[in-house]
């Protein structure tokens, strides 16, 4: 199976005078390894942006493998990134995989406090980011 990926790993989206900075790290099935180069340009761009600059942000994880790997590699980037982020959702996320990754968040973040919520519609974290 080939992944065809964009060739912009982050796109920004205006919605009511707010910008939302979409990761798509969606659709990559079983194919981890490309899931994994998609999330490392992606915590590369936004960390290279002056430190008082914060952003909100979607992660969209629908149609990827969710295995241990993958929920602790995206975690331990918004780990790595919690300074420039102010508020985050993320889509696709159901059941026990929500579950499991946001123990796996609050692990990692400790008392760390990141506004997040979790949609099965992009439309619905569109409207809770502004």
């Not at 199976?1 to 939302?20: D, T």
């Not at 990134?81 to 993320?90: D, E, G």
């Not at 946001?102 to 008392?111: G, H, P, S, V």
Request: proline share 2%.
């Amino acid at each position: 199976m080939r992944i065809y990926e964009s060739k912009y790993p982050i796109l920004i989206l205006s919605h009511h005078n707010c910008e939302i900075h979409c990761c798509h790290l969606d659709g990559y099935k079983e194919n981890i390894t490309a899931l994994f180069n998609r999330m490392n340009i992606i915590e590369h761009e936004l960390s290279s942006a002056p430190a008082d600059i914060q952003y909100k942000i979607w992660y969209n994880l629908d149609e990827s493998k969710l295995d241990k790997s993958v929920m602790k590699s995206v975690t331990e980037s918004i780990f790595r990134l919690q300074n420039h982020i102010s508020k985050i959702a993320f889509i696709g996320l159901h059941g026990i995989y929500k579950w499991r990754f946001e123990n796996m968040l609050k692990q990692i973040l400790r008392n760390q406090v990141l506004p997040r919520a979790y949609f099965s519609d992009a439309e619905l974290a569109k409207e809770w980011l502004i």
